[in-house]
């Protein structure tokens, strides 16, 4: 399928609504993510961006938001909450990346090639399956009311036809592989070595 539309969208999206996220300079990678790319699939608006920096060293989020002056506090998830023009912006790190919670969580847009990345995420939504990642139950309400936008996400993606299973099983076969990916994205990163990072990605493109 051709994403081009989408990502002319998103990345309209950030240069309208957060532009300065293209000052962040760093030996490193930059994705939007979760419900902002989401929407775009399904043509809404954006009321707020999430990013993820994958980067050795999470200072450097500290140094861009201290560059221009941006007032920040820790959300639920440890990330870093931002209110620019009105726009409320969360960015998250690298070790974030460790409480991603279902596989449709991983669907991604690269800022720096302008391109849509899923980790699991188009299965998610062909086989009409969302797929817990993580090993530790969590009761966090957040989390809940995550799930029910994932579960209308993926039901309007298919047109509001048939059934929407949410698998919870944490030793099911497909969760641990999108959960050893997370893990082998982190290791790639913590090691510095983005390359190897940017082609284990890209070549998960298409799930």
């Known amino acids: 399928m051709d994403y081009t539309k989408i ?3 998103l990345e309209k999206i950030i240069k309208e609504k957060f532009p300065i996220i293209y000052d962040f ?9 979760g419900g902002t790319v989401r929407d775009a699939f399904l043509s809404k608006e954006a009321n707020d961006l999430d ?3 994958l980067s050795q060293k999470e200072c450097k989020v500290l140094d861009f938001i201290n560059k221009y002056h941006l007032k920040y506090k820790k959300n639920v998830f440890g990330g870093y909450k931002i209110n620019y023009n009105n726009t409320e912006i969360d960015i998250y790190t690298t070790d974030d990346l460790m409480i991603v919670k279902y596989d449709l969580d991983m669907l991604f847009y690269d800022i720096e ?7 699991g995420a188009f299965h998610s939504i062909e086989t009409r399956t969302i797929t817990e990642l993580d090993y530790k139950k969590r009761t966090i309400q957040n989390h809940r009311r995550r799930l029910k936008k ?3 996400f993926v039901k309007e993606m298919n047109g509001n036809k048939g059934h ?4 919870q099983n944490r030793l099911y076969s497909y969760a641990r592989g999108i959960r050893d990916k ?4 982190k290791s790639t990163i913590t090691n510095g070595n983005f390359k190897k990072c940017f082609q284990f990605l890209k070549g998960s493109t298409k799930q």
Not at 164 to 167: A, E, L, N, T, Y
Not at 182 to 185: E, G, N, S
Request: proline share 0%.
């Open 7 to 9: 990502e002319q969208k």
């Open 25 to 33: 300079d760093f030996n490193g990678i930059v994705y939007l993510y």
């Open 113 to 119: 090639l302008k391109k849509i990345i899923s980790v």
């Open 150 to 152: 994932l579960i209308n």
């Open 164 to 167: 929407v299973k949410v698998k």
């Open 182 to 185: 997370i893990t082998k994205i």
């Open 51 to 53: 990013f993820v920096i």
